[in-house]
């Protein structure tokens, strides 16, 4: 049973726009905090970005005032613009449900990840 579902990567130009998506199931979905995670080769996954239930976000500080999360209650989607590209964004970008104090600074991802999708930056 498929959960969560990323979708929209690809090779970019630094300097370029991409936006992912993911489509999650209701289960998960179901007003619960939502998260971007990335994992670059040879590092940890790390918190990219969280909304919650309410829409409060929250960003890593490398992404911040260019990436931007948002959500589809009504479709159970999570979106993630990412703009202003640079090489170091290059990662597995993985969408996760978890739990969120109300401000959405303190997020817990559940064990469930999607398959991921790949987003390279590169000239």
């Known amino acids: 049973q498929v959960h969560l579902v990323e979708s929209g990567g690809g090779l970019v130009h630094p300097g370029g726009s991409l936006r992912l998506s993911c489509a999650a199931s209701?289960?998960?979905?179901?007003?619960?905090?939502m998260a971007w995670y990335r994992q670059a080769p040879g590092k940890q996954r790390e918190l990219v970005a969280s909304?919650?239930?309410?829409?409060?976000?929250n960003y890593a500080d490398s992404v911040k005032g260019r990436f931007t999360i948002s959500r589809d209650n009504a479709k159970n989607m999570v979106y993630l613009q990412m703009n202003a590209l640079k090489p170091e964004d290059t990662a597995i970008y993985y969408c996760n449900s978890g739990v969120s104090n109300w401000s959405g600074t303190d997020y817990s991802p559940f064990p469930t990840w999607g398959q991921g999708t790949q987003v390279t930056v590169s000239s």
């Open positions: 209701r289960s998960v979905f179901n007003g619960n905090a």
């Open positions: 909304i919650t239930g309410g829409g409060n976000t």
